[in-house]
């Protein structure tokens, strides 16, 4: 169980690792300036939801052992009506509206490989993908400017 932690986690520190690295051309180079108020905020919104999730997640694996799994987690989700509401909202934003999100706007906005937003939220939590993505997005739109005024310039 212990083992099956560390891999998601490794997974989560990856993907992350990965939306950086392919964006990098955001924080590099001061073109878009300094972390924004905005950009603070999601970040510590989205690390206080990935701390969070991972200590629940961590509590669920011990507390399941081997049986602990994806799509035990997900049948534990739905253990009455209030819950059952949660849980389907949360399946429904974080396996189809998410990447469509971020797919569709993170295109149109110009962020490279947007879907690594979604695969994110599977090994980090889905509060801490949408920060990202928001944070991102919040660059993209200064870089944006930035390469506009540039442009009009030349």
Do not use: C
């Amino acid at each position: 169980m212990t083992t099956q932690l560390l891999y998601y986690g490794a997974l989560g520190v990856v993907t992350t690792v990965v939306a950086f690295v392919f964006n990098r051309r955001l924080f590099v180079g001061g073109a878009v300036g300094r972390v924004s108020l905005l950009e603070v905020v999601l970040y510590v919104v989205g690390l206080a939801s990935l701390g969070l999730g991972w200590y629940f997640n961590v509590r669920y694996t011990h507390l399941y052992g081997p049986k602990a799994s994806y799509v035990n987690y997900t049948k534990s989700l739905f253990s009455n009506w209030a819950s059952d509401s949660a849980a389907q909202d949360y399946i429904i934003v974080n396996l189809v509206l998410l990447p469509l999100w971020t797919i569709v706007d993170g295109r149109r906005r110009g962020l490279k490989i947007p879907w690594i937003f979604f695969v994110m939220s599977l090994f980090t939590s889905l509060a801490f993908s949408m920060a990202m993505f928001l944070a991102f997005v919040e660059r993209q739109i200064r870089y944006n400017r930035t390469e506009v005024s540039a442009s009009n310039t030349a």
